[in-house]
């Protein structure tokens, strides 16, 4: 919530260990804004993977994720469109009459 009011947007970079099972057994963040990484590091936590198989048998895999912070625009404001009596234009929905 902090990084949303501080419009601090961007990607963070996290390395994973994946267990037998293919959940993340560990995660150390690598790069990206202080302010994001325990997020990122909260989500990873959460990820599960399909277990990776060597000859067969399920194996511990070490890799490195990237999680990606944008900032959603704020929507644009209505326009109104001024109406003069007389002029044919109906009233906008911002205002009830002209």
Do not use: H
């Not at 048998?57 to 326009?79: C, G, H, I, Q, R």
């Amino acid at each position: 919530m902090a990084a949303r009011q501080a419009q601090v947007s961007g990607a963070v970079k996290v390395g994973i260990v994946v267990g037998r099972d293919g959940k993340v057994i560990s995660a150390t963040p690598i790069s990206g804004d202080a302010t994001l990484v325990q997020s990122a590091m909260d989500a990873v936590r959460q990820w599960r993977y399909q277990p990776t198989l060597v000859n067969g048998e399920p194996v511990e895999v070490e890799s490195t994720v990237e999680v990606d912070y944008k900032l959603n625009p704020a929507p644009a404001a209505a326009k109104a469109v001024p109406c003069t009596p007389g002029s044919g234009r109906q009233p906008s929905a911002a205002s009830a009459s002209c």
